[in-house]
């Protein structure tokens, strides 16, 4: 697609639920990236894709927190028994690697999905 | 440790004033990059600029600039004549060795008509 697209574009839980916020990233970009943007603040870095794998989890703040990548495209995110503290934006970005691993990929972000724990 | 600093968390100022957004950041990396980032009320951000760690060369993009500066850890933006379309979040961010991104946590322009 033209750009990364996140859906849904707002989610509104209740507390205890799972929830699954999908990413679909740019076409041909082979890195794909979570962040958690909680109100008034600046970006948690979560999770890293390159292709399916996932060589930083680093960020996911606990176990309820996964994530999974087809091959180079959809990514989702997974929430089990949300909590009101995952109340946040969650916003995917997605880049292109070039060969050069020190050459560093300008990240596209989606509009993100808000998601709503109550 | 890698952090970058906003320290203004808001500005307002009248239309086409100029106006600089401090950035901040620290690394031991000897290579990295750094970047600033609008977002709109929409909330979708949009990449503005990327530079190089060795690459000091100011740049300006139409009404935009921005100056590096090694010395001092700086990495400044300023909107010259701003416009009430200027108004935004503005994260300013530092890619360290590997992929991730690390943000500041914005700062908040008012452009007021």
């Known amino acids: 697609g033209a750009g990364v697209s996140q859906s849904p574009s707002n989610k509104v839980t209740e507390k205890g639920k799972d929830v699954e916020l999908r990413c679909d990233p740019i076409?041909?970009?082979?890195?794909l990236y979570w962040y958690r943007q909680r109100l008034g603040q600046g970006l948690e870095f979560l999770i890293y894709f390159q292709g399916n794998s996932a060589p930083d989890k680093s960020g996911l703040p606990s176990d309820r927190f996964s994530a999974e990548r087809t091959g180079e495209s959809v990514s989702t995110l997974t929430i089990q028994r949300t909590q009101q503290e995952d109340s946040a934006v969650y916003l995917c970005a997605s880049s292109f690697r070039p060969r050069d691993p020190e050459a560093k990929n300008i990240q596209y972000f989606g509009a993100g999905t808000r998601l709503s724990v109550l | 440790a890698q952090k970058v600093t906003q320290a203004q968390t808001e500005i307002s100022v009248v239309e086409k004033e100029d106006v600089t957004l401090d950035c901040v950041y620290e690394?031991?990396?000897?290579?990295?990059?750094l970047f600033w980032y609008k977002q709109p009320p929409s909330g979708e951000l949009v990449f503005l600029i990327r530079r190089n760690s060795f690459d000091e060369q100011n740049e300006i993009s139409g009404r935009y600039s921005w100056n590096f500066q090694k010395s001092t850890s700086s990495f400044n933006f300023t909107i010259t004549a701003s416009q009430v379309v200027d108004s935004a979040v503005y994260f300013c961010a530092l890619g360290p060795g590997d992929d991730k991104i690390i943000f500041g946590k914005g700062t908040r322009l008012h452009i007021l008509p």
């Open positions: 690394t031991r990396d000897t290579t990295y990059y």
């Open positions: 076409s041909g970009h082979t890195a």
